[in-house]
């Protein structure tokens, strides 16, 4: 990954036209996704409970093609086929092109579209679209976060005894000790309500608009944090790993909250 040690940002026309590209990938994708979902499509198994379908493939290969058009030298990291385009461009694309495919596979409807983009191994743009709600989540790093166009803004919940919050299980919860339960069972206790919606970057994107006060996580990959991270922060979050230091979405740990909750859930997940 490069390192920016300048914190120097695109031009900010530059910028607008990242954009503007990153959205129409993302509906595009989109649009795809609910396509199948209507028509039918495809399942395979990558292993006993981790699902890819048709969809996928299809949504993926759709917003690569429209990132690559706008910016052929740009690597592309996605969850489908992995590294796209290599090189020493210091933008990176990170993509989800269906986040929460086992949900769309049994027509649960909880999932999305997630692309980030890095800068100098810097995220500072993120863009999600759910293409059931029509909901379309942008942000970049210092210009905020909007929801089709109105502005973000975390909770206000102060401790986890009123706090609403979300999680996820890897795909090897029945293999490995290291599953996430003993951290639900602990929140359990503690917060006022836990969810567990299965689309990771969704879940991000509902602690920015307050929606969700906290959200942790472990064994993600990158392109399932990439854009969320960005829209959490931007909103006025706070993101970490599981002991509150730097986080990197090539790290295994990540909390996001409000701010207000952020130390209290690390000292939860710090009994783990």
Known sequence: MLTDSTGHLPPAGS????????????RRGGAIVQEKARQGFRVEHKDVVNLVTDADRLAEQAIVDTIRSA???????????????AGTSLFQWVIDP??????????????CVSIGLEYHGRCILGVVFD?????????????????NG????????????????????AYDIRESPNNNLNHFSR????????????AAALDLCYV????????????????DMAAGVVIVQ???????????????IYGKELVASNGRLHDEMLAVLRQG
């Open 98 to 111: 269906l986040d929460g495919t086992t949900n769309f596979a049994h027509g649960f409807p909880s999932y």
């Open 131 to 147: 293409p059931t709600r029509q909901e379309l989540f942008v942000a970049e790093i210092h210009r905020g976060a909007v929801l």
């Open 187 to 198: 929140f359990a206790l503690r917060a006022q309500g836990l969810r567990r919606t299965g």
């Open 150 to 169: 109105v502005p973000l803004h975390v909770s206000s919940a102060a401790s986890l005894n009123a706090a609403l919050l979300v999680t996820g299980f």
């Open 15 to 26: 910028r607008d036209d990242l954009k503007k590209v990153a959205v129409e990938a993302a």
């Open 234 to 248: 931007e909103a006025g979050g706070r993101v970490s790993d599981f002991s509150g230091g730097p986080f990197s």
């Open 71 to 85: 910016y052929p030298d740009h690597r592309i990291l996605s969850e489908e086929c992995g590294q796209h385009v």
């Open 208 to 223: 920015a608009a307050g929606r969700f006060d906290g959200f942790w996580e472990l064994k993600l990959q990158a392109w």
